[in-house]
C-alpha cells in the first residue's frame, strides 16, 4: 500500500473516532488549505475581470477563445512529452484558429487514461491534484496549476455573484458527496462545519425519509443564502418539504447545481419550494471548460473556457471539450464521455454570445437500450417520472440484459407498491415499449455511487463493454 493511502486511511479512522465539535474544526482546518489554494491574488484579479466581461460580441469572445487555444496547443507540445508524440504527424503551423481544431486526432478516455504521466506538464510538487471519479468510475488524478485553479473558481463565483451569492462570506448549505458522517450519529446531527467558509455540508448519504426532518429543521435554524450541491439530493429535500407542508424560514438568492443532469421536475419542485432560481453549471473535475444556464434559465457554452465541439452518434450528441484551465494536465479534444441536447433557438434574451444548448444529457451508460424505441436517456425518461402521482419518491432503473430492466423505486413511508404495480408497469411499457420486461422492487433508499452521486439509470449491458 502506498504511504499516500496509509495516510489517508489513519487520518480518516482517527476523524471517524472524534466528537463533531472536533471534526468541525477538522472540517475547518482542511477548509482553511483549500481557502488559501483556491482564492488567492489570481483568483481576486479574475473575480474582477470575469464579473465585468462583456459577453455580448461573439466577434471578441471568438478572439479570446482564438487566442486561448493556440496557447493552449503550443503550451502542450512544448511541455507534455505525450502531446509532442501524439502530434507529431501534424505540422502545428497550419492550426491558426479554434476552426482548424479537426486536424488534431481526438482523446480517448483511454488514450488519456493509458498515458497520464507523460500528459503531465509539471512535477506533482507544484500541482494541485485533483481526484477525479471520471465518467468511466476509475480514479483519475489530474494534476492542476494554481493559477488555473483560482481562474476556475474566479470565473465559477463571478456567476454566482450574478445572483449576489458572495462565496466565502455568506452561508452557504452544501450537499455534496463528501463522506462527512462515517457512522450512523446516534443524535440526528447530519452536517458538518467549514468555519472558514461559511459552509454547512450536509451528507448526502443519510437522506433517508425517517432523517429527513432533522435537515430540514437544521436547514431553518442555519438560513442559508444559497444552497449548492447534487441535484437529486435538493430535490428529495424539497419535495419533503412540499409534501409535508413545512414553511421555510428563509429564502435563499439561489440554488446551484452541478454534477448530475437537472430534470424539468427537479427545477420546478426546487424552484418552488425555495422561492428562488436553480442555475446549473457543468465542470467535471477533469478541468472541463464551463457550461453554465444564464439569468434566463438558458444553458450556454462559455466559449471563453474551452471549445466544445459536437459529434452525432446513435446514442445522441456527443461532447468533445478542450479546456482553458488543463495547463497542467492538457485537455485537447477530450472524448469526455457526456452528451448534450442541441438546441433550434439561437438566441438568448440574456444577450450573450455564448452558444445555446437545451440540456446536458448525462454519461455515455446513462442511457437504456430499448428493442422498440431506441436508446432512452434520462432527460426523456423524465417525462414519464412527471406522470407519476406523488408517492413515489424515487426512480432507478438498471438495464440488466437486451430486455430486462430492473427497476428500483423509493416510495413515500405509508404508500404500497403493490397498489401501483399495474400503474408502473403502464407507464414503464409505453415509454419503453411493451416487448421489454420490468421486473420492480421497492427499496428504503437508493445507493449513490462512491462519488455522492446518484445515477437514475444504470446501463450495466454497456458498463461491461
Ligand atoms: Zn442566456
Redesign the pocket.
Known sequence: MRLESVIKKVVSLLYSQCPACVQNIAISFYGLVIYLQRYGKTYRHYLKLYSSRDYSCYKKTRQIQNREFIRLLHYAVRYSEFYREFYKEIDLSKIKSVDDIERLPILTKEIFKDNLNKIYTIPSMKGIKLHTGGTTGTPIKVMIRRRDLQKRMAYLDAFKQEYGFLVNKRRCARFTGKNIILNAPHNHVYWRNNYISKQRYYSTYHLTNTNMKYYVKNLNVFRPEAIDGFVSAIYRIAKYINDNHITLEFTPRAVFTTSETVLPIHREMIEKVFGCPLRDQYASNDGAPFIK??????Y?ENIDTGVFEHIKTSRGVKLIVTSFYSYGTPLIRYDIGDYILESENMV?????C?P?IAAIDGRTTDFLRTKTRGDISQVALSMLIAELPDCFEQLQLIQESSQAIHVKVVMKEASCIEEYHSLLNEKLSSYLGKDMEFTLEKVSCIEREKSGKFRMIINRMEELK
Do not use: L
Open positions: 444556464q444564464c439569468r434566463c434559465g438558458v450556454h438568448c434574451p440574456c444577450e450573450a455564448h445555446i
